[in-house]
């Protein structure tokens, strides 16, 4: 098959070669930005009278029978085209002749390819957005149902202080918040139109690039033709995003498994998102989580591919840019898919509140706050965290928990104890204690919790 661009060559190129050049598998999976753009050209050359109002219009109600063939299944793609603007550009020129041949004035598939581009991944981000949403709705859900559960609160993977359950989940809800901020500047930086660049240098036709822009919903155009067509920054800025987003998923992902398992008991995921082992019946796997975790590594992968492609192109286009959509793509829908399932497993799973309390005790994870008793009576700090390191031996020796040693047996480290210690040191009274902004008290984490929904829109 003879090329739309034969001219300079014969157009006719080796299968393999072919193959290999075509990009059609995976860039049909815009067009319907392909389409749409074009009909926006189309308008706008009309409009400029670059081609007779009749033909514009002739120009996108074929474009609108496309768009309607391929949607209804009626027309299928030809992966003999080499791309996805080929091919709507040679179905349109079949059904419409010499008129067909004229949708391309003014353009390059350079900036065709980087408004299609900027326009499906806008949409992407516009699918992302409520599936983050999702997530942070379930974060509230389990926190406003547990937000008196104690749980230890870890620093070096060791129980370190008391905390609330719903102080750690919050903690995942800022991650998620900072990352609908990222999503939200990245679509506004890409939310600029580059049709009109051209090849590279612009275009000697009287065109309206903001006709475009506005019949396209894009905030403005470009300002430099070549960064207009060689410009992926977009792709990596949201790619960047998502790898972050799906670093936060696996650190959480990393955690309800740890909870999840018999060693922790914290809580029970449903059956819904485990699976069984084909082997040992007792088995219930957390494989949800642990894909989240493993499909970052992923998303981690296609940001590295084309940072890679990136990095040693001179302006403007080259071809290497093709592997551009495969990476993105790809990171796109993996992280889609781990938000769809993230949110429901998080949503269904149950806390087991006693296992938690019992965890936080058994840790000594108010040994701080043994300590400032002491210092509020007057002791050095140094002095009473030493005492305090010397009573919670004394207490894995015995076998007991601090709350449970007799008061002769912390008279024997100490006269400043007395029988208000043991009020000092319960794990709901060490909790409250913590009321700064921010903290793990019960006002602290409502305040938390209100900032989300307000930030949420709820």
């Avoid at 000594?364 to 009576?377: E, M, Q, S």
């Avoid at 449970?404 to 047996?409: H, R, V």
């Amino acid at each position: 098959m003879q090329k739309m661009w034969a001219g300079r060559t014969s157009g006719v190129t080796d299968s393999i070669a072919d193959d290999f050049n075509s990009s059609i598998r995976f860039d049909c999976k815009m067009y319907k930005q392909d389409i749409t753009g074009s009909m926006a050209h189309a308008a706008m050359l009309g409009a400029k009278g670059i081609i007779a109002k009749q033909e514009a219009e002739q120009l996108i109600d074929g474009l609108q029978g496309i768009l309607d063939d391929l949607e209804s299944g009626s027309l299928e793609f030809d992966f003999g085209c080499e791309d996805i603007h080929m091919f709507v550009e040679q179905v349109l020129t079949q059904r419409l002749g010499d008129v067909g041949r004229k949708l391309h004035t003014a353009r390059s598939r350079n900036d065709q390819v980087a408004l299609d581009l900027r326009m499906y991944l806008r949409a992407e981000i516009d699918e992302i957005v409520p599936l983050v949403r999702a997530v942070l709705d379930a974060i509230l859900h389990q926190a406003e149902a547990n937000k008196s559960v104690i749980m230890p609160g870890y620093t070096h993977l060791q129980r370190a202080q008391p905390i609330l359950f719903s102080h750690h989940l919050m903690a995942y809800a800022m991650m998620l918040l900072r990352d609908l901020d990222r999503l939200s500047d990245c679509r506004r930086r890409m939310n600029v139109s580059p049709i009109g660049c051209c090849a590279l240098a612009g275009t000697t036709y009287d065109t309206d690039r903001r006709f475009e822009a506005n019949r396209l919903g894009f905030d403005g155009v470009t300002r430099n033709s070549l960064d207009g067509v060689s410009d992926r920054d977009f792709c990596v800025e949201l790619m960047s995003g998502i790898s972050l987003l799906m670093m936060h998923l696996s650190r959480f992902s990393e955690e309800i498994i740890l909870w999840a398992s018999w060693e922790f008991q914290f809580i029970e995921l449903s059956d819904a998102y485990t699976t069984g082992s084909s082997i040992m019946p007792q088995k219930k796997n957390p494989d949800m989580a642990e894909l989240v975790r493993g499909k970052t590594g992923r998303v981690y992968g296609d940001l590295m591919a084309l940072l890679t492609t990136l990095k040693g192109l001179p302006l403007a286009y080259n071809k290497d840019m093709q592997e551009d959509k495969e990476a993105v793509f790809d990171a796109v829908e993996t992280v889609k898919m781990c938000l769809q399932v993230f949110a429901p497993m998080l949503s269904s799973m149950t806390v087991k509140p006693e296992k938690m309390k019992k965890a936080a005790q058994e840790g000594f994870i108010n040994a701080t706050d043994l300590a400032d008793y002491l210092v509020k009576k007057g002791m050095p700090f140094r002095s009473a965290y030493k005492i305090s390191g010397q009573v919670v031996a004394k207490c894995i020796r015995l076998g007991c928990v601090l709350e449970a040693l007799p008061l002769e047996e912390y008279k024997a480290f100490s006269g400043l104890f007395d029988a208000d210690l043991y009020p000092a040191i319960d794990l709901l009274a060490c909790v409250e204690k913590r009321s700064s902004e921010g903290g793990t008290s019960p006002a602290s984490v409502e305040a938390q919790i209100a900032y989300v929904k307000e930030c949420l829109g709820h």
